[in-house]
């Protein structure tokens, strides 16, 4: 479990980025096939995925995106630190709760995948419903369950060991780098 325990520690929610090297479409193109090979309830394969590493569709989309809830001083990535492609995944609509589930596990796959490719990645639920307007969709009847930020980090994170079940927030310290507190195996084991 070495390699795998590595990659999972290594996948972080990156909330920064290097905005001067954009993503290559084709590798959130890998990223998706990733997720659509990755096991869904029923093996329905509902699930759809809208790509973009369009200018200026990333930006109607990073101004509908609410980032890091716990850092209350922080408004976001600054223009230079904005990812540079999306992978929005979607449901048919109204979204049966299992796919919640499937669209988690595509979620977790692609931000493997992307850790793997040199990217880092953000899974965001936090956007309004009118987010679906500014994505040029060939297909209606679909409703946004995440949107993924992809482009290459531009910050350290750093994991640690929570000092109690209530210590779990992330925060930021004086050089910036970002800490990311996770409980004892002992203490998530019922």
């Known amino acids: 479990m070495g390699e795998m325990e590595s990659l999972v520690c290594k996948a972080r929610s990156i909330r920064r980025f290097d905005a001067s090297k954009p993503v290559d479409k084709e590798m959130l193109l890998t990223l998706v096939n990733l997720a659509h090979l990755a096991p869904n309830g029923n093996n329905a394969q509902v699930l759809r995925y809208h790509v973009t590493t369009d200018v200026h569709e990333c930006g ?15 408004k976001g990535p600054e223009e230079a630190e904005r990812p540079t492609g999306y992978i929005v995944i979607l449901a048919p609509s109204p979204i049966a709760p299992i796919r919640l589930i499937d669209a988690g596990i595509a979620a977790q796959t692609m931000q493997l995948g992307a850790c793997e490719l040199g990217l880092g ?14 994505l040029v969709l060939q297909d209606d009847g679909l409703e946004a369950i995440l949107v993924m930020a992809f482009g290459y980090p531009d910050e350290e994170i750093i ?15 004086e050089q910036d ?13 019922v």
């Open 60 to 74: 109607r989309i990073f101004e509908k995106l609410g980032w890091a809830a716990r850092l209350k001083d922080w």
């Open 121 to 134: 990645s953000c899974m965001l639920k936090s956007f309004p419903a009118s987010i679906m307007e500014d």
């Open 177 to 189: 780098i970002h800490h990311v507190p996770k409980l004892p195996l002992a203490d998530v084991l």
């Open 159 to 173: 994991l640690e060991q929570s000092s109690s079940p209530t210590d779990v927030a992330y925060w930021r310290d």
